[in-house]
C-alpha cells in the first residue's frame, strides 16, 4: 500500500507548516530520574518510548523541524534502534556507547553514525550534572556530521486539526515497567497532554511548561529476548516494529483504537480506523510508545464523550402590542371569484 502523502509545505512528522524538508537526527537519551530536566526535548517532530534492560526506558528522538545546540543527556544504542528507524532513511544517528556485539549490527544499519565512535565533535560533557547523565550533543554539528542524511519524508501518518468521528473520552494514560513509567494528562485548554516519566512532570530546560504531546500512540509490540545482555546478566529486549499490531491513538481527550502496519524495515508506519480509514494525528509534537503487548496501558475514563451542547433556539418575535387596525375597505384585497365553466358538470371529490 502506498505511503499517504502530505500537503507541499507541511512536516510528514508533525503536520506543521515548514519550509524545505530537512535531514532527520535521531538521538537517544537517558530516562530515568536523573535525566530531568531534558535539554532540546520540546523541539524533537516524534519521541519514542523505549523499553530496555531491568524494566527501565530509553527515549529516541526525531529532530528535522527544528535541530536544537544541546540535546541530551545523550545515552547508548539498543537493539531496537535499528529496524526502529530504518524506515526513516537513513537518518544522522546519535548516541553515547553501545555493546560491541552490536558495532557490526549499527555498522551494517541504514544510519549515519554521530556519535562518539565516529568523532567526538558536538559533544561535551556538564560538569553541573553527575555522570553519565552529563552528555550532551550540538544537533547543529550532528547534521553538518552526515550531509546525505536523509531528509524528512511521508512516515505514513496523516495529520488534521480535527479529530475523527467517535472515540472515548482519555483524559489520562498509564503505563508502567518494571522501574519505570510514563503517562499522559490531557490539558483542554492547550489542546496537549502534559507528559509525565516515572511519576513526574517531565521538565524541559528550556521552559517551565514541560514536555507536551499533540498525539499519544500507544504501540503494542511482539517483544522478545535478543542475543545482548550486559556485564550484570540483563537482556537487551527487541521490540518487533515491522509487521501488524494494534495500537491506541490518544488526541484532544479521546483515544481511538487502531491497528497499525509496517510491511518491511524500508516502510514507514499506518494507523488505520476500523473502518479502513487512516487515523489524523493531531499536527504537533508526537510521543509513541512501545509497549510489550502482554502488558497493558491504562486509559481512562474510557466514556462515550458528552454531546456538544446545542444553541438555545431564538425565542419567537412578541405580537405587537395595541389594537390592529384593519386597512380601509377600499385598500381591502378582495379575491376574485372564478366564473364556471360551462363545460363542467358537478364538481367532484379528489381521488
Same mark, same amino acid.
Given at each position: 500500500?502506498?505511503?499517504?502523502?502530505?500537503?507541499?509545505?507541511?512536516?510528514?512528522?508533525?503536520?506543521?507548516? +515548514?519550509?524545505?524538508?530537512?535531514?532527520?537526527?535521531?538521538?537517544?537519551?537517558?530516562?530515568?530520574?536523573?535525566?530531568?530536566?531534558?535539554?532540546?526535548?520540546?523541539?524533537?517532530?516524534?519521541?519514542?518510548?523505549? #523499553?530496555?534492560?531491568?524494566?527501565?526506558?530509553?527515549?529516541?528522538?526525531?529532530?528535522?523541524?527544528?535541530?536544537?545546540?544541546?540535546?541530551?543527556?545523550?545515552?547508548?544504542?539498543?537493539?531496537?534502534? +535499528?529496524?526502529?528507524?530504518?524506515?526513516?532513511?537513513?537518518?544522522?544517528?546519535?548516541?553515547?556507547?553501545?555493546?560491541?556485539?552490536?558495532?557490526?549490527?549499527?555498522?551494517?544499519?541504514?544510519?549515519?553514525?554521530?556519535?562518539?565512535?565516529?568523532?567526538?565533535?558536538?559533544?561535551?560533557?556538564?560538569?553541573?550534572?553527575?555522570?553519565?547523565?552529563?552528555?550532551?550533543?550540538?544537533?547543529?554539528?550532528?547534521?553538518?556530521?552526515?550531509?546525505?542524511?536523509?531528509?524528512?519524508?511521508?512516515?505514513?501518518?496523516?495529520?488534521?486539526?480535527?479529530?475523527?468521528?467517535?472515540?472515548?473520552?482519555?483524559?489520562?494514560?498509564?503505563?508502567?515497567?518494571?522501574?519505570?513509567?510514563?503517562?499522559?494528562?490531557?490539558?483542554?485548554?492547550?489542546?496537549?497532554?502534559?507528559?509525565?516519566?516515572?511519576?513526574?512532570?517531565?521538565?524541559?530546560?528550556?521552559?517551565?511548561?514541560?514536555?507536551?504531546?499533540?498525539?499519544?500512540?500507544?504501540?503494542?509490540?511482539?517483544?522478545?529476548?535478543?542475543?545482548?545482555?550486559?556485564?550484570?546478566?540483563?537482556?537487551?529486549?527487541?521490540?518487533?516494529?515491522?509487521?501488524?499490531?494494534?495500537?491506541?491513538?490518544?488526541?484532544?481527550?479521546?483515544?481511538?483504537?487502531?491497528?497499525?502496519?509496517?510491511?518491511?524495515?524500508?516502510?514507514?508506519?499506518?494507523?488505520?480506523?476500523?473502518?479502513?480509514?487512516?487515523?489524523?494525528?493531531?499536527?504537533?509534537?508526537?510521543? +509513541?510508545?512501545?509497549?510489550?503487548?502482554?502488558?497493558?496501558?491504562?486509559?481512562?475514563?474510557?466514556?462515550?464523550?458528552?454531546?456538544?451542547?446545542?444553541?438555545?433556539?431564538?425565542?419567537?418575535?412578541?405580537?405587537?402590542?395595541?389594537?390592529?387596525?384593519?386597512?380601509?375597505?377600499?385598500?381591502?384585497?378582495?379575491?376574485?371569484?372564478?366564473?364556471?365553466? #360551462?363545460?363542467?358538470?358537478?364538481?367532484?371529490?379528489?381521488?
Amino acid at each position: 500500500m502506498a505511503l499517504p502523502a502530505n500537503p507541499i509545505g507541511i512536516s510528514p512528522l508533525t503536520g506543521r507548516p +515548514i519550509g524545505a524538508k530537512k535531514p532527520v537526527l535521531v538521538m537517544k537519551l537517558d530516562n530515568t530520574p536523573h535525566a530531568q530536566p531534558h535539554a532540546g526535548l520540546i523541539d524533537a517532530d516524534v519521541v519514542y518510548v523505549e #523499553e530496555v534492560e531491568y524494566g527501565i526506558t530509553r527515549l529516541a528522538a526525531v529532530f528535522s523541524s527544528s535541530v536544537p545546540k544541546r540535546i541530551g543527556p545523550v545515552r547508548s544504542a539498543r537493539i531496537t534502534d +535499528i529496524d526502529l528507524f530504518a524506515q526513516y532513511g537513513k537518518p544522522a544517528f546519535g548516541y553515547s556507547g553501545a555493546q560491541r556485539k552490536m558495532w557490526p549490527f549499527i555498522k551494517a544499519a541504514s544510519l549515519f553514525d554521530v556519535s562518539p565512535y565516529t568523532s567526538y565533535t558536538g559533544y561535551s560533557r556538564d560538569s553541573s550534572r553527575r555522570s553519565p547523565y552529563n552528555l550532551f550533543f550540538n544537533g547543529r554539528a550532528g547534521i553538518k556530521r552526515a550531509p546525505r542524511a536523509t531528509p524528512a519524508r511521508d512516515m505514513g501518518f496523516v495529520f488534521s486539526a480535527t479529530p475523527p468521528a467517535g472515540g472515548l473520552t482519555a483524559t489520562k494514560a498509564r503505563m508502567a515497567w518494571g522501574y519505570a513509567s510514563a503517562g499522559f494528562d490531557y490539558v483542554s485548554k492547550d489542546h496537549e497532554y502534559r507528559v509525565l516519566l516515572n511519576g513526574s512532570p517531565a521538565r524541559a530546560e528550556e521552559w517551565s511548561g514541560g514536555q507536551r504531546a499533540a498525539t499519544v500512540v500507544i504501540q503494542y509490540v511482539k517483544q522478545t529476548k535478543s542475543r545482548f545482555w550486559d556485564k550484570g546478566g540483563g537482556n537487551t529486549p527487541h521490540a518487533q516494529t515491522i509487521g501488524k499490531g494494534t495500537a491506541l491513538v490518544l488526541r484532544d481527550g479521546r483515544v481511538w483504537k487502531t491497528t497499525w502496519s509496517r510491511p518491511n524495515a524500508k516502510s514507514g508506519t499506518t494507523f488505520t480506523l476500523r473502518d479502513g480509514s487512516l487515523m489524523p494525528f493531531a499536527p504537533g509534537q508526537q510521543w +509513541i510508545v512501545l509497549l510489550d503487548r502482554k502488558r497493558s496501558a491504562t486509559v481512562t475514563p474510557m466514556t462515550k464523550p458528552k454531546p456538544a451542547a446545542q444553541p438555545k433556539p431564538s425565542p419567537a418575535p412578541s405580537a405587537p402590542s395595541g389594537p390592529t387596525t384593519a386597512p380601509p375597505a377600499s385598500e381591502t384585497p378582495v379575491a376574485p371569484t372564478p366564473a364556471p365553466s #360551462e363545460a363542467s358538470g358537478p364538481t367532484q371529490p379528489a381521488g
